[in-house]
């Protein structure tokens, strides 16, 4: 069956440091692959997209690299600032428009 | 842009009754509108997929005659837990695409519900 996995360990992280989040997924082949942030008691907010046919892709102080040989996404946030603690949810797609499957998410806590 | 909003934000009700919530894109029109659901610490579990002027694709293991989705218009998508009992205190959250981006799911705030 389709699996995705992300660390379900929280991630502590000192203010100003890159943190780096994992998505994994088996049985599986993506057309893209999405990151949102949802904070406690709300509904997810889009981060970036990223396509299977693309290895890299960055927007501020985020970047997302996509390797489709090993099933994996990468996540990192640059100079991380309190406001990014946050839980922070990989999802993928096999289509446009085509319904999304999620990982169980990643809690980030950035200490000042 | 590319706003949705959900109504209500949260509802308490008792057991056996019927509870609607609303989805709405406020500023494009959403050919497509996703229902989701989470429970605590859990991530979202998408339960169906609604096209307007259709009948919702509900995903395995999700009734449909107790999770009623009505599609009427390109701007509005809406819920319906029918006979709601405690098990169905959830968070319920719906997402909403564009035609003009079909890459991209836009999220409402989501509904708190508590059925006692």
């Avoid at chain 1, 929280?10 to 440091?17: F, S, T």
């Avoid at chain 1, 994992?22 to 942030?37: F, I």
Wanted: proline share 4%.
């Amino acid at each position: 069956s389709q699996k995705i996995e992300q660390n379900s360990e929280a991630l502590n992280i000192q203010e100003g440091k890159t943190a780096t989040l994992t998505c994994n997924y088996t049985n599986y082949s993506p057309a893209y692959l999405q990151w949102y942030r949802q904070d406690p008691g709300r509904g997810p907010v889009f981060l970036l997209l990223i396509r299977e046919n693309e290895k890299e892709k960055r927007k501020e102080r985020l970047k997302v690299t996509f390797d489709t040989t090993l099933k994996q996404s990468l996540f990192h946030i640059t100079a991380s600032q309190p406001a990014d603690s946050a839980t922070y949810l990989c999802a993928l797609a096999k289509s446009a428009g085509n319904k999304l499957t999620f990982g169980g998410g990643t809690r980030v806590l950035v200490k000042p | 842009g590319a706003v949705v909003s959900q109504h209500p934000s949260w509802v308490i009700c008792k057991s056996g009754t019927s509870v609607k919530i609303e989805c709405r894109s406020l500023d494009f029109q959403a050919t497509t509108m996703f229902w989701y659901r989470q429970f605590p610490k859990q991530s979202l579990m998408l339960m169906a997929t609604s096209n307007e002027g259709s009948k919702a694709t509900y995903e395995q293991g999700v009734e449909k005659d107790k999770f009623l989705i009505n599609h009427a218009s390109l701007t509005l998508s809406t819920l319906t837990v029918t006979s709601a009992h405690p098990e169905d205190s959830s968070f319920y959250i719906c997402s909403a695409v564009a035609g003009h981006d079909p890459e991209t799911q836009y999220f409402g705030p989501g509904t708190r519900l508590l059925v006692l």
